[in-house]
């Protein structure tokens, strides 16, 4: 298949861009690097050194022999997109190319207007792309866990089937976020629904779960292919940031009690599932949903996990928390579709940690301690004036 990977350059869209190649596909990646400007803004890096898209275009070709294009370029751009989408003629696109921050999104209006521009009108312009230029193409977006929120029923994969004064229909899963940013993702979800309904395109909506872990057998082929790791409290997803926090003999930072139950995914599998989807498309005007998680833990619980792997003396931090959340709740999750597809989860482990403390000890002397405490809350909105100074 012709794969085109948005946000190429990012986290999961390089592993995934190797991930795809290495499976046999024709791999393109986009990306407009906006992602580095935002370590650039925030004073802080990938604790793993990464190297330009170009140099790690050219190390995987070098190692495997492999070829991967690349496009340079903003989606909200609707000419870049339009012309990427014509020239690479793609039989499916992984949508990774958003600003994912959640605490990012919530440092003050601006950043909250910057992230559901980028995001919602990006794949607008993408959605609008597919249609015009060739409805059959597959768009496989990613969506996260964190659209739902916590409600006190189950959650289905993304459709619930209701019934309401004696009558019965499938109506999308009622969402309920916690932040300008997982919201950014439910308008997209809708955008892309009405598009299947309207214009019968195929779409895949993948929510996923907080991704840990930071290597996959393509990356470890070479220094050169390494993806990110962060570990600030702004982009670090909370096991990372546990086990830098452990490797630095700090504390681990629990936001508040702890309880607070999410859905987890290891690298590894995010790479398989977004194959999984890509291998066997939606159907012409179906909008499909998958739950992308493979276990649900507390934060406490993670905490726990990584301090009884670590060898050494680990201490845990119960901080204010500075997000809005529900820290009690029911959490009960359906993630059957993408197993039914062929997945074979890695659970989390005591290995992956312990691995995951190899590279943390490796690259130890490129952290920067102060990015490690939370800075931004959710409580105020007023923080606008003091970072446009
Ligand atoms: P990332 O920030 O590392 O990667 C996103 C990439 O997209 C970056 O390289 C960025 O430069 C690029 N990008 C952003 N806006 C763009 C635009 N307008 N045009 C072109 N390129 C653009 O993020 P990630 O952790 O790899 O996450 C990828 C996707 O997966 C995101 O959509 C995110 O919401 C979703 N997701 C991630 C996690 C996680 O734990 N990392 C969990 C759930 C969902």
């Known amino acids: 298949m012709r794969i085109l990977v948005l946000g190429g350059d990012g986290y999961l869209g390089w592993p995934t861009a190797l991930h795809l190649s290495q499976c046999g596909h024709e791999v393109a990646v986009a990306d407009n690097f906006v992602r580095r400007q935002y370590d650039l803004e925030l004073g802080v890096d990938s604790l793993v ?50 600003q994912r921050a959640a605490p990012y999104s919530m440092i003050d209006r601006k950043h909250a207007v910057y992230t559901q521009t980028n ?13 015009e230029i060739d409805p059959e193409i597959h768009l496989v977006k990613l969506g996260t866990m964190g659209e739902y ?38 308008h997209d979800s809708h955008n892309m629904e009405f598009a299947c309904r309207i214009w ?44 830098i926090q452990a490797v630095l003999g700090h504390p681990l930072t629990v936001y508040g009690s702890g309880t607070q139950t999410r859905g987890i995914i290891d690298i590894r599998d995010t790479v398989r599932c977004i194959q999984l989807a890509c291998e066997n498309p939606a159907e012409r005007g179906e909008f499909r949903v998958f739950n992308q998680m493979t276990e649900s833990m507390s ?5 726990a996990t990584v301090s009884e792997s670590f060898p050494g003396e680990v201490t845990i931090d119960n901080l204010d928390n500075p997000r809005v959340e529900k820290e009690e709740h029911y959490y009960k999750v359906t993630h059957t579709g993408l197993v039914e597809l062929g997945l074979v ?21 490129r952290v920067r301690e102060a990015a490690l405490m939370p800075g931004v809350n959710w409580r105020s909105p007023g923080a606008e004036r003091t970072s446009e100074r």
């Not at 989860?345 to 002397?365: E, G, W, Y």
């Open 345 to 365: 989860p890695h659970m989390l482990s005591d290995t992956l940690i312990t691995s995951l403390f190899d590279v943390a000890k490796r690259h130890v002397d």
């Open 119 to 131: 995001n919602v009108v990006g794949t607008l312009n993408l959605l609008y792309a597919i249609a």
């Open 299 to 303: 934060v406490r619980d993670i905490a």
């Open 149 to 186: 929120g916590t409600p006190n029923i189950d959650i289905e994969e993304g459709w619930l089937e209701l019934e309401h004064k004696g009558r019965k229909d499938r109506v999308l899963y009622p969402k309920r976020p916690g932040s300008f940013y997982h919201l950014s993702k439910v």
């Open 49 to 98: 050194p990464i190297e330009s898209l170009h140099t790690r275009v050219t190390a995987w070709q070098e190692r495997t022999g492999k070829t991967i294009e690349m496009f340079i370029g903003d989606l909200t751009d609707a000419d870049f997109t339009y012309e990427m989408i014509r020239e690479f003629r793609p039989d499916a696109v992984v949508h990774f190319a958003e």
């Open 200 to 243: 019968g395109l195929r779409a895949t909506d993948l929510n996923q779960g907080v991704v840990y872990g930071q290597e996959t057998p393509e990356t470890t082929l070479d220094d050169r292919l390494a993806t990110r790791f962060d570990y600030d409290a702004v982009f670090g997803t909370v096991l990372n940031r546990f086990v």
